[in-house]
């Protein structure tokens, strides 16, 4: 059997399209908590440049119930031990006898580092309650992004079709409507996991308010939170430029007259072994083969969520 070279998902194809996600993601949920906690007067400084009391005040350190938790340096270290504590290997804290209690100038720190994380929290939760998604729209971003994979595409689909002579054309007015379609698509997926991300991030910041909690632990977790945005917007790019992939080899290989492809995967041994099982059989375009035997569900290559294995256009017979 004879095969078509075939279209290939790059990062030109999606790159673009999360690096606009990625924009949406800072603007409309992270923007406005980073402005917050710099309204508290947030500022985690190094480690390394703190005694005792700055540490306290500025998160880096923080004390419940008798015990010093966090980074320690060596002048840390010794003016706690200055103080009697002992360090506890075991919790890696500093703890005072029992019956201790602190300096008044520790005790001065400690109340303020509470208030300074109450204040964080509060402007924390007011940027959140702030947002109002959907006012500014990146569709057409979006949008703009998908026509040029789109033409990326087409490129490939041309290099593939010269060596049967047929170069059917793909108009501008089918590059504007796929690309709208998929970018409307996108934008809804964009709200709902903006809209659930916002919801989640509160509650989180709440329980952030629990007696031991401090000023670094609400920017460590921030900072998680815009990371997993981040993975997330790459995800959706990859993920959604990976479909219209799919989408266009059907549609455009269909077109030329090859309604047959071979499956193909990396056979890197990172595949699924229900797709590493269809390695090299031939499927319909229109009738895609099980891809999850437990669900029964069904997908061309590429379909699947994560999926990087492709479709190889089958020549049908006549075809020179």
Known sequence: MKHLRTIILTDAMYVPVEQTINRIFYREIFAPIFVGLRKSGLEIQNAKSLGVERALIEGTIYYDAGRFYGRFNASISKELLSIGATFDRRSSTWKLPPGASLPARLQLAVAEADAKATASIREVVKALDDIHLGESSDIDEIKKNYGSGLWRMNED??????????????TEEAKDRISTEWATN????????????????????????????????LVKMIQHEYGVSKAKAKFLARQETSLLVSKMREERFTEIGCPTYTWRGTMDGRERPDHKHLEGTVHSWKSPPVTNRDTGARNNPGEDFGCRCIAIPNLPEGFK
């Open 157 to 170: 689909f041309i290099k593939a079709t010269k060596a049967i002579g047929i170069v059917p054309e793909f």
């Open 186 to 217: 996108l934008d809804l997926y964009i709200k709902k996991w903006e809209a659930e991300e916002i919801l989640e991030l509160r509650q989180k910041v709440q329980a952030n308010s629990g007696r031991g909690q401090r000023a670094e632990n």
